[in-house]
């Protein structure tokens, strides 16, 4: 599989419930929102519906997978950016084969090979991911905006998880495997950017069952759901219920993390929640 692509995949959207907002409720506790993010959007059409504004108006705390308002998780963010070798394409790429990505990189991301080569394979991805999405308006960044609004409304912002504990789960896969993923990403931009754009249409048309289905489809699915999914939904759902036990909740956090046996849907059912499928329209209508 593809592990960079992938990720992006699976943390962008895939679940196999029909939709991707839910009302959460317990008999002894406030209502708390669930809500399956693309966390770029590049449709000039799209917006955030009004069932989701409206839920997020109610709530009194946001919970992401990391709070980048957090000083400290911004500070090891920034010290951490880089990629340990510092030299690790050359070390894993043919010299034609860095002669190709420099090329892809400056003339099709126009940015300088020097500039971008010793960050994390999942920076560099994240910026043919960027240019594949090839929006023509100002993307529709749904984690960011809520958050900006959460910061804005002062609310109060709970992260999940910490930076730290992400990259680390980057680095469980062998760094030669990131770059090989990563060189196949840059060398194959039309079977990608078809790849990506079809997701986001499903996406926003609130087919979560549909985007399961896409992402069963690739290679190693089990296994890799099983690393960057399953188990932390396990540790999320550890946190979960004491974190929406008092306050009304709006919990964002990419779609990929919703379905399934070990998803947070049926996870959160089993600790006696009622879940409740809300409809959304991304596309108003004309």
């Avoid at 196949?184 to 609130?206: G, I, R, S, T």
């Avoid at 919990?251 to 993390?257: D, Q, R």
Wanted: hydrophobic share 40%; net charge negative.
């Amino acid at each position: 599989m593809n592990y960079l692509f992938g990720l992006i995949f699976l943390i962008v959207s895939s679940c196999s419930f029909a939709n991707v907002f839910y009302k959460i409720e317990h008999p002894s506790q406030p209502t708390a929102y669930l809500f399956g993010t693309m966390h770029m959007v590049c449709d000039a059409d799209a917006r955030i519906p009004h069932e989701v504004t409206s839920a997020f108006a109610d709530a009194n705390q946001l919970v992401v997978e990391i709070d980048l308002t957090d000083s400290e998780q911004q500070r090891y963010l920034q010290q951490n950016v880089s990629q340990q070798p510092a030299d690790y394409l050359a070390k894993y790429l043919t010299r034609d084969q860095q002669i190709t990505l420099q090329g892809i990189v400056e003339n099709d991301l126009g940015y300088p090979y020097q500039q971008i080569k010793n960050l994390r394979p999942i920076f560099i991805n994240a910026l043919f991911l960027q240019h594949f999405l090839n929006c023509t308006s100002q993307p529709l960044l749904l984690d960011e905006t809520l958050t900006q609004q959460a910061q804005a409304s002062s609310k109060e912002i709970v992260g999940l998880e910490t930076v730290a504990e992400q990259f680390a789960l980057f680095d469980s896969i062998p760094l030669q495997e990131q770059v090989e993923a990563l060189y196949e990403m840059a060398a194959n931009p039309q079977q990608n950017q078809d790849e990506l754009k079809a997701l986001q249409a499903v996406y926003l048309d609130d087919n979560g069952e549909k985007l399961y289905e896409v992402m069963r489809g690739q290679a190693d699915f089990d296994n890799f759901e099983q690393a960057f999914l399953s188990q932390r939904n396990k540790n999320w759902i550890a946190e979960l219920p004491d974190l929406i036990a008092t306050k009304p909740t709006f919990i964002a956090v990419g779609a990929g993390h919703l379905g399934g046996t070990n998803g947070l849907l049926n996870l959160l059912r089993q600790h006696g929640y009622k879940i409740t499928p809300i409809p959304i329209n991304f596309i108003p209508p004309q």
